[in-house]
C-alpha cells in the first residue's frame, strides 16, 4: 500500500461525518480496518474506487451429493463442524482426489467458498468444461490463521482427524490425491498446510492469501493471529516457500489488497514453478469469486494421476 492511498483514504475517513470514532480509526485503528479485522474495509475500498471486477458467469453441472455434520475435535478441544461435497454422480465410497477448503476470518465451513456452495464448486463448469472429477471438504478452524495456538490446533484438526475421516469415505486415499485451496486467511492457511506437508499434499491453489512480511505488522493488524514471534517465525508462509518445491503452486492477489506487498514478497520467494496472477482489484467477494474458477480448474488438471 502506497503512502498516497494511505492519505486519501485518512482524508476520506475524516470527510465521513467527522465523528470521533471515525477520526480513532483513521489513526491505529486504520492498519485494523485495511486488513478487514475491524468492519468497514468494504466502504473504504468503495470510496476509493478500483475495486470493480467482472463477476463470472458461473456455470454448473446436476450437483452431487454433500454431507454436513460435526466432529468432537481433540487437536481443537470443541466440536467442529464439515461440509463434505460429492462431484456430480458420486457419494460415499467413490474413490476421489480431495479438495481441502480452509476458510477465511470470521468464516466457517459453510462459507469457506465464497458465492457458491462446495457442492456447486466441485459441479463447475470452466469455459464450458466440467472440472475434472475431485471432492472438497470444508471444515470450522476458528480465527486463529490456521496455525497453532494454546489449546486450539487447527492445522493438526486438518492433518489428524479431518482428512482421515474423509479416507475412510475413499476421498484422498492413495493414489488418488489430496490439494489445499483457501481464501485470504484460508489462503494462507493453504500455503502453510503445503509447506508443513509437501510429502501429503500434491497442489494448493491461494486467493488474496492473507500474508505478512513480520510478526510486529501481522500483531498490530490482528493480535491474535500468532501467539508469540517464535510462532511467525514458525509458521511464515514467505521464508519457508521453498519447501513448496515440486509442488504444483496458484497464487492470486489484486493490486489494491492490502495484503498485495505480502504477496509480492511470496511470489519472489516460491519455486520459479509457481502461477502467480496479479489482478486489478481488492480483498472483497468480487475478486474472490473471478479467481475461484481459475484456481479450481488450476487444482483440477493437476490432481489426477
Not at 123 to 142: E, F, H, I, R, W
Not at 172 to 188: D, K, N
Not at 254 to 268: C, E, Y
Request: include cysteine; charged fraction near 15%.
Amino acid at each position: 500500500m502506497t503512502d498516497q492511498t494511505l492519505t486519501r483514504r485518512k482524508f476520506l475517513l475524516f470527510g465521513l461525518g467527522g465523528t470521533t470514532t471515525i477520526a480513532a480509526v483513521a489513526a491505529t485503528g486504520f492498519e485494523l480496518v485495511s486488513h478487514g479485522v475491524l468492519p468497514g474495509k468494504q466502504l473504504l475500498d468503495q470510496i476509493d474506487g478500483g475495486c470493480t471486477v467482472s463477476r463470472p458467469s458461473l456455470t454448473f453441472s446436476t450437483l452431487g451429493r454433500s454431507v454436513s455434520g460435526t466432529f468432537f475435535s481433540r487437536a481443537r478441544d470443541r466440536s467442529v463442524g464439515y461440509t463434505i461435497a460429492f462431484p456430480p454422480g458420486h457419494s460415499e465410497g467413490s474413490s476421489l482426489p480431495l479438495v481441502v477448503m480452509l476458510h477465511g476470518l470470521g468464516g466457517n465451513h459453510t462459507n469457506a467458498v465464497v458465492g457458491m456452495s462446495p457442492a456447486q464448486a466441485v459441479a463447475l463448469q470452466v469455459d464450458g468444461v466440467p472440472l475434472a472429477k475431485m471432492a472438497m471438504v470444508t471444515v470450522d478452524g476458528g480465527g486463529g490463521y490456521w496455525n497453532a495456538h494454546p489449546g486450539d490446533n487447527p492445522m493438526a484438526m486438518v492433518i489428524d482427524e479431518l482428512i482421515p475421516m474423509c479416507q475412510r469415505l475413499g476421498l484422498g486415499v492413495p493414489p488418488e490425491r489430496i490439494a489445499t485451496m483457501g481464501i485470504s486467511m484460508g489462503g494462507y492457511g493453504a500455503l502453510l498446510l503445503a509447506e508443513k506437508y509437501p510429502h501429503l499434499i500434491a497442489a494448493v491453489a491461494a486467493i488474496s492469501p492473507a500474508i505478512w512480511t513480520s510478526y510486529t505488522q501481522a500483531r498490530h493488524a490482528n493480535p491474535r493471529a500468532y501467539a508469540s514471534a517464535a510462532d511467525f517465525a514458525s509458521d511464515d508462509a514467505v521464508s519457508h516457500a521453498s519447501a513448496l518445491a515440486g509442488i504444483p503452486v496458484r497464487v492470486s492477489s489484486g493490486t489494491d489488497d492490502p495484503f498485495h506487498p505480502g504477496v509480492v514478497a511470496l511470489a519472489r520467494a516460491l519455486p520459479p514453478s509457481a502461477v502467480v496472477e496479479f489482478a486489478h482489484g481488492c480483498h472483497t467477494d468480487p475478486f474472490f469469486v473471478s479467481q475461484e474458477p481459475p484456481s479450481l480448474a488450476f487444482l483440477a488438471k493437476r490432481l489426477p494421476l
